[in-house]
């Protein structure tokens, strides 16, 4: 199973960004997938995400600038993230995860977003 995160980059505040994600190994049109970050000295959270049957949610402080998207025929999640913040600074990790009957939690290796003020 792989998960590669790409779209990582140094960007000015009130910007625009767009991370993927592609994976491999899993069925992904089953998988409920989902962008979290890390920032340093901060717990990982959850950014957003998007369920099989394409349900979206949203953190709080992502709500209304941030959209995460699904192409099941790429096997490729992302992350669209506009008016970006300072504060959105963080590693950003790719997860797949799924439910019971076969259960499964992924994570890629992470991309690098830097918003400059």
């Known amino acids: 199973v792989q998960l590669v995160e790409s779209g990582g980059a140094l960007v000015q505040a009130g910007g625009s960004l767009r991370l993927s994600c592609a994976t491999s190994g899993i069925i992904f049109s089953s998988a409920d997938m989902g962008w979290y970050r890390q920032a340093p000295g901060k717990q990982r959270e959850l950014v957003a995400g998007i369920s099989s049957g394409d349900t979206t949610t949203y953190g709080d402080s992502v709500k209304g600038r941030f959209g995460i998207s699904r192409d099941n025929a790429k096997n490729t999640v992302y992350l669209q993230m506009n008016s970006l913040k300072s504060e959105d600074t963080a590693v950003y990790y790719c997860?797949?995860?799924?439910?019971?009957?076969?259960?499964?939690?992924?994570w890629g290796q992470g991309t690098q977003v830097t918003v400059s003020s």
């Open positions: 997860n797949a995860n799924r439910g019971w009957p076969n259960p499964y939690n992924y």
